[in-house]
């Protein structure tokens, strides 16, 4: 009964000061560039993998992406694909969205933590750190649901891509919720906030991966359909980043 009471005390104490900091504002903030870095990011990827396989990549997206919103992404790829032009406004865009990701989310970490100003050293040394866990992050959901696209499909071989799923995505976000944290002293103190957010990213997979499965009986809207699931995925994928570092934090504060 005792850990089942720590545990209840620990949620209702994230839940608490994640109403009191509300998170839903820099998470609908952090949602907006990531959604704006999309397209240029799919434009970069398909300017440096070729058409082929970004063909075979279009083929394995109907579990993240509605059939609209796939025909969306590869037309917007394509149609760029060779323009010198589109490709330094899609670096330019990339950077930009990037760069304030990161800056957000280092605030939402200062914020929560009550940290003190950090040097412009520290600042571009954590920024980076940032950027590169959640470009692993995304590399690692593309990586795994392809590999376990090409494996024959069973009700096991679900359970394991989950499993692995969870597995390197923690492993992917560690980085992002120690190098910047001020409470967090060390790597296992920044599992609990990592793990957190992997859980609640591949709940959000899952349920992204139902919808677009049944898309046709529930996507009423066509391609907005898809950009609404878009921009509500990256809004909940965002607000699990800051949820794990009100972990991170009520766990250091007890």
């Known amino acids: 009964m005792g850990g089942l009471a720590r545990v209840l005390d620990v949620t209702v104490a994230v839940a608490r000061a994640a109403y009191e900091e509300e998170i839903k504002y820099p998470a ?11 397209v240029p990011l799919s434009v970069l990827v398909f300017a440096i993998i070729g058409e082929r396989l970004a063909l075979q990549l279009y083929t394995t997206t109907p579990q993240f992406l509605t059939v609209e919103a796939q025909g969306l ?20 865009v990339l950077a930009w969205g990037g760069a304030n990701i990161a800056t957000g989310f280092l605030a939402v970490v200062e914020r929560i933590e009550n940290a003190a100003e ?16 959640f470009s692993l992050a995304l590399t690692m959901i593309v990586v795994t649901s392809a590999v376990f696209a090409l494996l024959p ?31 967090v002293t060390s790597w296992s103190g920044a599992v609990p906030g990592a793990l957190t957010a992997a859980v609640g990213w591949s709940a959000l997979l899952l349920v ?20 609404i699931i878009i921009l ?14 009100i972990v991170n934090a009520v766990l250091a504060g007890e």
Request: zero cysteines; proline letters at 3%; aromatic letters at 12%.
């Open 28 to 38: 609908g903030a952090l949602a907006y560039y990531a959604f704006v870095s999309f």
């Open 73 to 92: 992404m590869y037309d917007a790829m394509t149609e760029v694909s060779g323009r010198t032009g589109a490709g330094v406004f899609a670096i330019v």
């Open 118 to 133: 950090r040097s412009l050293r520290v600042q571009l040394r954590d920024a980076v750190t940032t950027l590169v866990s």
């Open 153 to 183: 499909a069973t009700p096991l071989l679900g359970v394991v891509g989950s499993v692995v799923l969870l597995v390197v995505l923690t492993g992917a976000f560690l980085p992002m919720y120690y190098v910047p944290s001020r409470a």
């Open 208 to 227: 992204i991966h139902l919808y677009a499965i049944n898309a046709t009986r529930y996507a009423i809207y066509g391609v907005l359909s898809g950009i």
């Open 232 to 245: 509500t995925s990256l809004y909940v994928a965002a607000s699990m980043l800051m949820v794990g570092v």
